[in-house]
């Protein structure tokens, strides 16, 4: 078995083991596997292997490795997206995970009618604070949530954020578990499902499992140090 095939296998049993310890059903969660910097013969190993999601930062690599790999490959676009992007994201990627802002959300889904297309996308959220951190703050995510549910040609399922990388795990946790409970709190205002929550990377995703994740963006611990 290739060593990348093996990582993610690793990865997808300790993911299920925190999913369990949590009570939770592992099938629950999905994996998307971030190939962000690995050539597409990693990705096509991982193909062979029965692997469908990849995760993937920036437009121009994604396309690239779109065009080299098979049509039947659910491409994930993770990284911030820019507006003179947005139409090359709508034709190769069925989720968009970091919709940031209200005109790139009205962006996508003027598109996604022109490309009769019907991506589903998520909002990054920003729940630490942190000036750094791409996403929306906490306390301005409602009236974008409410534009998104009304956006005809887009799917909007839910939200994705990252926690501060040198964070301690309480406050990981507590990050995951503020994001969770403010989709729970959305859910019910908006009256509508949003069952998609992308919390979780190499160093974080058993805690996200623990606390509500959905869905994992695992790079490194599948590919190797980029
Ligand atoms: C690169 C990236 C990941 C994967 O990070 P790893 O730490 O390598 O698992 C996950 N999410 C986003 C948004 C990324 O940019």
């Not at 490959?73 to 947005?86: D, F, M, P, V, Y």
């Not at 990377?201 to 611990?221: K, N, P, W, Y």
Request: aromatic letters at 4%; proline letters at 4%; charged letters at 30%.
């Amino acid at each position: 078995m290739s060593s990348v095939v093996a990582h993610y296998r690793e990865v997808r049993a300790a993911l299920d083991a925190a999913a369990r310890e949590a009570l939770r059903d592992p099938s629950e969660i999905e994996l998307l596997a971030v190939s962000k910097t690995f050539p597409a013969e990693a990705v096509r190993e991982l193909y062979d292997a029965g692997i469908r999601k990849f995760g993937e930062s920036r437009i121009p690599e994604l396309a690239e490795k779109a065009a080299a790999l098979p049509d039947d490959i659910e491409w994930h676009l993770i990284g911030r997206l820019q507006s003179n992007k947005a139409r090359r994201a709508v034709q190769l990627a069925k989720v968009i995970h970091s919709v940031d802002s209200l005109a790139l959300l009205e962006r996508l889904d003027r598109i996604a009618g022109e490309e009769k297309k019907h991506p589903r996308i998520l909002l990054e959220v920003n729940v630490s604070g942190e000036a750094s951190k791409a996403g929306v703050p906490l306390r301005e995510l409602e009236p974008l949530a409410r534009r998104a549910v009304d956006c005809a040609n887009l799917e909007f399922a839910g939200f994705m954020t990252m926690a501060p990388a040198d964070a301690e795990p309480v406050k990981i946790a507590a990050i995951f578990e503020l994001l969770r409970l403010t989709r729970d709190e959305l859910e019910g205002k908006l009256r509508r499902k949003l069952p998609l929550l992308s919390m979780g990377m190499s160093g974080d995703f058993e805690i996200a499992a623990r606390h509500g994740s959905t869905l994992v963006r695992v790079g490194t611990r599948i590919f190797g140090a980029r």
